[in-house]
């Protein structure tokens, strides 16, 4: 995108504050400079994930441009501080799954009300990457105002990620440490992310909550994903209904080609952006 079709784009940042008094919800709204849009995109990050990753800000400005209010968020325990960094992993420790699902719920309901864009907004699309897919898919299966869904490398299960070692280690109560391989940190997952994951099994039941979606649905994976399995994707497919549409990219890896930070769309990111926008521009 050229500096002058950025200039075109307003960008206003949000805070949501959850009613336990916790940290907030941060986003950014970017929307066509003079326009009050009837449809909004909410772009959901994945694990180890945040709103400024990679691809996720031009993406925003082109569905900005295409006509939409763009919304991308940080989860609030995603372990991004102030900084930018991973410097609260305190937070990342007591994520949940519910927690996620229950704070995009809350971005859903701020942009349907009005409250981040200046006026009730009807057509609600999500589209989510990787553990974000599968939170999208659940809040697609149990919210009425998303009208359009979009899920990239999503994940089909949550439970079954988990080896019986790291199972183990939360049922002793002790943490589970995942590397981030960009930062070569060790985050941490606490037991209370089990104990959520039990707690809320059928709530939190991706390949269920994929039969319960209505809305139009584009699945995108590519088939060369080492985190994410391509078969998760004919997984979710498989579970859908006639309102889904697989797409599988050849030789494609779990982030389309792209690092962070940014330098740049790869050609598989300008296919899936393409794919994505057209499929919003069609079911919005």
Do not use: C
């Not at 449809?39 to 993406?59: N, T």
């Not at 589970?176 to 606490?190: F, H, L, S, Y």
């Not at 992310?193 to 039990?198: H, I, K, R, S």
Request: net charge negative; charged share 25%; hydrophobic share 45%.
């Amino acid at each position: 995108m050229s500096e002058g079709e950025a200039r075109k784009i307003t960008r206003t940042t949000f805070e949501i504050r959850p009613a336990d008094g916790g940290p907030p919800v941060v986003g950014d709204v970017r929307m066509a400079a003079g326009t009050k849009p009837g449809s909004a995109v909410i772009i959901v990050h994945g694990f180890k994930g945040f709103r400024l990753w990679g691809p996720w800000q031009p993406l925003a400005r082109a569905l900005a441009l295409r006509g939409h209010a763009a919304v991308n968020f940080d989860f609030s325990h995603n372990g991004v501080g102030p900084d930018g960094e991973f410097s609260r992993l305190d937070l990342f420790r007591e994520n949940t799954q519910s927690r996620e699902l229950d704070e995009l719920r809350a971005v859903i309901g701020a942009v349907a009300g009005g409250e981040l864009t200046g006026g009730k907004v009807k057509r609600i699309g999500l589209l989510g990457h990787s553990r974000g897919g599968g939170d999208a898919i659940l809040a697609a299966a149990e919210d009425a105002r998303v009208s359009a869904l979009v899920t990239w490398a999503s994940i089909a299960d949550i439970p079954g990620r988990w080896s019986p070692e790291q199972i183990a280690a939360w049922r002793r109560g002790d943490d589970v440490p995942i590397e981030n391989v960009r930062t070569k940190q060790q985050m941490p997952i606490g037991p209370g992310y089990w104990v959520d994951l039990q707690q809320n099994r059928d709530r939190l039941d991706i390949p269920a909550a994929a039969a319960r979606v209505t809305v139009p649905w584009l699945i995108v994976h590519g088939d060369a994903d080492t985190s994410v399995s391509v078969d998760e994707a004919h997984a979710l497919f498989a579970a859908a209904g006639d309102n889904a549409e697989l797409m599988i990219m050849e030789g494609t890896d779990h982030v389309f080609g792209v690092r962070h930070p940014y330098a740049g769309p790869s050609a598989d990111l300008r296919t899936a952006a393409e794919a994505t926008m057209e499929w919003f521009e069609a079911n919005l």
